[in-house]
């Protein structure tokens, strides 16, 4: 196995559109882009520095729904089902975490993923892991494994972070390999516990549920092919000369894809376009990506079985790999525990809240990183953040010009009492801007 297949690299990506979408979208007008760019133009970041952490990107897609008692009570059903016992320790060296990952992930049992702990050990470093390295491990495995630049994902159009599988994933060496190793991260996340950091378009979640795709899945990726099938639904196709068939240009040639046995020769009619519609939902949302999302799926239902998972619809499942990137600031505060002199009413804690409101949403996620090692917020919101540990503020005495000092084991941070609010904001920006690793006094 090549471990370092998915070095950074300048992958390029190719186009894949078939012949079909410009034939039926001459009849149409330029689609209007939906939804808008998080960060208008701009992909992300390639960082130089190898001490770099991409910022905490909130996908652009509507507020999570309200918890009802139907996902709570499957949502405690599924984290019922393994008992953790003995543990699975990682030895993970900061500078090689994907291809230690994988050594480590890939070489453990089926069972032993499903009834040990996960407990991580970053090499060369002092820390107990009571929860914090192995919540940071997985928050920065994936913002790694799933970060479109490697070539295994891409982003599902330009108006949204959320990712699919890339149709030319299958040019990097031992792909498959790859996938099932995805497919194991996802679900070893969810039977410990613990929230990655990806956001899959619609139609991902439904795969893994083995749901049908719909036109709705369509409309979230790619909003001119969306309407091209709306016009085909509400006109005569006849006129258009269509079969069940379509030319998809890859890099090396354009070939002739039927969408059903003798698809070539079976004109679309009124009578069969429906078919042909669904058909064609398929095929744009498995386009080139059929071994792969078969290996990634295969492989995570080694570790959780569909019947596990059928109970959630695909935006609950979305909450249960994920979590949520919104920030309530109420229940953050609500949930938040002050020791060392501080209380909530202590002028320092004041600044801090007011520094904290200040915050863009992306601030507010890299301070949550800082201290906890992740920046998604689970299901239940900040009482439940730390997996015991709420989050805590402690007077750090001494010099009011140092940082502040994270201790994401105990999702806790050392606050010095500084002199002014914008002292105080000075060096919490600073600190979490500049500061990657967490530190045990």
Known sequence: MHYFALELIDFHYFSLKSAWDAEIQQYLPDAQPCGENIRSGEGPA???ST???????TPSKAV????NNHFAIALQKLQSRWELQSEICLGIRREYILADAFSCIMRE???NLQTRRCKVTWVDEASIDVGGPSREFFFKLSRLLFNPH????????SNTYTIEISPFASQIEDSLQWFKFAGRVIGFAIIQGYLLDVFFAPHVYKALLNRPFSMNDIEAIDVSFYNSLVYLQENDPEDLQLTFSVEEETPEKVVEMELKKGGSKIPVTKKNKKEYVELMVNWRLSRGVQKQMEALIASL?????LKYLSPFDARELEWVIAGTPEINLDDWKANTVYCGGYSAQHKVITWFWKAVEYYSNEQQLRLLQFVTGTSSIPFGGFKVLGGGHCFTIQMLRGNPDMLPIAHTCFCR????????PED???KLTLAIEECEDFALN
């Not at 001490?51 to 990107?57: E, N």
């Not at 999570?64 to 918890?67: F, G, R």
């Not at 490697?150 to 159009?157: A, D, R």
């Open 46 to 48: 390639r960082s130089t």
């Open 51 to 57: 001490h770099a952490t991409p910022a905490p990107v």
């Open 64 to 67: 999570p729904p309200q918890i």
């Open 109 to 111: 049992s089926v069972t």
């Open 150 to 157: 490697y070539g295994l994902f891409q982003y599902s159009n």
């Open 301 to 305: 239902r080694e570790l959780i079985p």
């Open 413 to 420: 941070l050392d606050l010095p009492c500084y002199n002014s």
């Open 424 to 426: 105080l904001r000075a």
